[in-house]
C-alpha cells in the first residue's frame, strides 16, 4: 500500500490463511474496511489525510489482494472474526470503523455482536436488506454479473481489457481499473463465495442492536438508497448523509474524507 507517510506491512496469520493489513498514522485506532470484490487500495485517496489524526489499519479482508484465500466458504461472521484477530494481535482493544459496502456490513456485523469492540462507525453504501431481499438480490443482481462459464465449475465475473472498461465508463480511474482486474484474476471464484456470503446475511435484524454512534453514508445515486432511510431508522441514533451527484461516496474521496473526519473527530 502506497502513502506519503511512511506506514508498515503486517500479517496476521490465521488457521483459514493470512491477512494483510497496512499500518499507518498516529492517535487512536482506524480501521478500514473494503467492499468485497476488492481492497485496501480504495482508500489509497483518503487514507494519508486520514493518518494525520488516527492510526489507520487498512485491511485487507480474507481471499482479495494480499491476504490468502480461505480454503473453505466464508459468511459475514467469518470475515468479523477476521478482523477481530487482526484487532486482537495489533492489540486493539476498541476502534473506530470506516467501510464501504460490503466490508460495511461486516462492520455493522461486528459493532451488533461486538459492541464493546466499537466506539464509531461511518457507513458508505451499507446495503441493508434482510434475509428474503439478500436472496432476491442475490438472484436479480449478483448471478446476471457471472458471466464467464469457462474459468471455473461455476461462473464467475469475465475479464476485460481496458478498451472494454473505459467504453462502458469514460470516466474510469485506470489505476482502479488495473487493480481490480488484477485482483479479479487471483479471486474470481471467492468473489463469488463472498457475494453469495453477503446474499445470506440479515443487516436488518443486526442493525438495531449497533450501539455505537454511526454515520452512514450514500451516494446521491446509490440503488441502495430504496433502505437508506429504514437503515436510519433502525440503528438507532444514526446520521444520514447523501453526497450528491454519485453512486458511491468513495467516488468523491476528498468529500468522504471531510465528513468521517467531521464525524469521528
Known amino acids: 500500500m502506497v502513502a506519503t507517510l511512511q506506514g508498515t506491512d503486517h500479517y496476521v496469520y490465521r488457521p483459514d ?49 494480499h491476504s490468502q484465500i480461505p480454503r473453505r466458504k466464508y459468511m459475514v461472521p467469518d470475515f468479523t472474526r477476521a478482523v477481530l484477530d487482526v484487532m486482537d494481535i495489533a492489540g486493539i482493544r476498541s476502534t473506530d470503523i470506516l467501510a464501504h459496502a460490503g466490508g460495511a456490513m461486516v462492520a455493522l456485523d461486528l459493532a451488533a455482536n461486538y459492541p464493546d469492540r466499537v466506539k464509531k462507525l461511518v457507513l458508505d453504501g451499507l446495503p441493508y436488506w434482510d434475509l428474503e431481499h439478500g436472496r432476491i438480490i442475490w438472484e ?49 471464484r471467492w468473489t463469488r463465495t463472498g457475494y453469495w456470503a453477503l446474499s445470506n446475511y440479515d443487516n436488518q435484524a443486526m442493525g438495531p442492536k449497533v450501539k455505537a454512534p454511526t454515520l452512514l453514508i450514500y451516494g446521491e445515486r446509490s440503488p441502495h438508497r430504496r433502505v437508506e432511510q429504514v437503515a436510519h431508522e433502525t440503528i438507532k441514533g444514526s446520521a444520514l448523509a447523501v453526497v450528491p451527484g454519485v453512486v458511491f461516496a468513495f467516488d468523491r474521496p476528498e468529500e468522504l474524507t471531510k465528513l468521517t473526519l467531521d464525524f469521528l473527530l
Open 17 to 65: 490463511g493470512q491477512v494483510y493489513y497496512y499500518k499507518v498514522g498516529k492517535g487512536e485506532p482506524l480501521i478500514l474496511l473494503h467492499n468485497f470484490g476488492f481492497s485496501g487500495f480504495m482508500w489509497r485517496k483518503m487514507i494519508d489525510k486520514l493518518a494525520q489524526h488516527f492510526t489507520c489499519y487498512n485491511v485487507d479482508l480474507p481471499g482479495w489482494d
Open 140 to 188: 436479480r443482481t449478483f448471478v446476471p454479473q457471472f458471466t464467464d462459464t469457462t474459468a471455473y465449475s461455476v461462473p464467475v465475473h469475465s475479464l476485460t481489457t481496458w478498451e472494454q472498461a473505459v467504453k462502458a465508463n469514460p470516466n474510469l480511474d485506470r489505476e482502479h481499473w488495473e487493480k481490480n482486474e488484477a485482483i479479479k484474476r487471483r479471486s474470481r
